[in-house]
């Protein structure tokens, strides 16, 4: 009986220890065959980055479904969608965001944005991810990550603006999740070479007198700028017919519409309160076609 035991907890202990090693197979909080798959058409004209999303080329583009609550998966008070487009020059992304009451208080660039009403989108790659986050001003944040298990490896560190010392760069452990593959290292100064974005209020901010309709956002960012993140798997900027990419689109709130609202609505749902989990983000299937 007690070799038995003997094996047994020896058993639970290698198996315990072998799935929390980074880059193991997880236990991921989301189930693959629930991710959304979305395929992005790619555009003859480009769209004028003002945040109006009133465009031809938006008007026409698939939307996502209603982004549903980023743990539970249940639908959620408001409709918020997403749509992504792109051309040879740049990757584009819409949010339509339903808001009655449309409130912000940050203006300072990489101010915690997260604190007030937000959409968030993130673009993932095999050895990092890049963050953005904007509010219904206009302001922005931005953070790239590389997992620690590649950063010295793959030779991020030795780059000068990716050093362990450069400015903005700390160490980062996600967000009420541990990641399997463990932690980050965040870099809160590095900025999106030629990002665009743009809001478009329908309604009027911070002022709870009168009902909103919403607001729209709209980002565009040149391929060239991901070739930090595409290098690590070789994959074309712009790509290649039928490439994937997994990209996440979410937004928070600061009011909660229930007793079961997390706050946080996302595409696809996470299982788990944290944004900073790649392996639950959508699968982004880029197309060429004629218009």
Request: proline fraction near 5%.
């Amino acid at each position: 009986m007690r070799k038995q035991l003997y094996f047994l907890c020896t058993l639970f202990f290698a198996f315990n220890f072998l799935y929390s090693q980074p880059g193991s197979k997880s236990q991921h909080r989301c189930k693959e065959e629930d991710i959304p798959k979305y395929t992005s058409y790619k555009i003859a004209s480009a769209p004028t980055i003002d945040g109006r999303l009133d465009e031809k080329v938006w008007a026409t583009a698939s939307t996502s479904n209603k982004f549903v609550d980023l743990i539970s998966g249940a639908q959620t008070a408001l409709d918020t969608r997403a749509a992504v487009l792109w051309d040879d020059q740049y990757l584009y992304v819409g949010f339509w965001i339903e808001e009655p009451n449309i409130t912000a208080k940050l203006t300072e660039r990489d101010a915690p944005i997260y604190q007030d009403n937000d959409v968030e989108f993130f673009i993932a790659g095999p050895d990092g991810y890049y963050e953005f986050e904007i509010n219904s001003f206009g302001t922005i944040y931005e953070v790239l990550f590389f997992w620690l298990d590649v950063y010295d490896k793959k030779g991020y560190s030795a780059k000068p603006e990716f050093k362990r010392d450069a400015p903005g760069a700390k160490i980062f452990n996600g967000v009420g999740y541990q990641h399997p593959r463990g932690s980050r290292i965040g870099f809160w100064k590095w900025d999106m070479p030629g990002l665009k974005s743009a809001v478009h209020i329908d309604g009027t901010i911070n002022n709870d007198k009168d009902k909103d309709k919403g607001w729209t956002v709209e980002i565009a960012i040149p391929w060239p700028s991901l070739k930090i993140l595409a290098d690590a798997d070789a994959r074309a900027l712009p790509p290649k017919n039928n490439d994937e990419w997994r990209m996440d689109f979410s937004r928070f709130n600061q009011k909660k519409y229930s007793e079961s609202d997390s706050g946080g609505w996302a595409w696809s749902s996470h299982g788990v309160w944290d944004s900073h989990v790649p392996e639950c983000y959508t699968r982004i299937q880029f197309v060429e076609t004629k218009e």
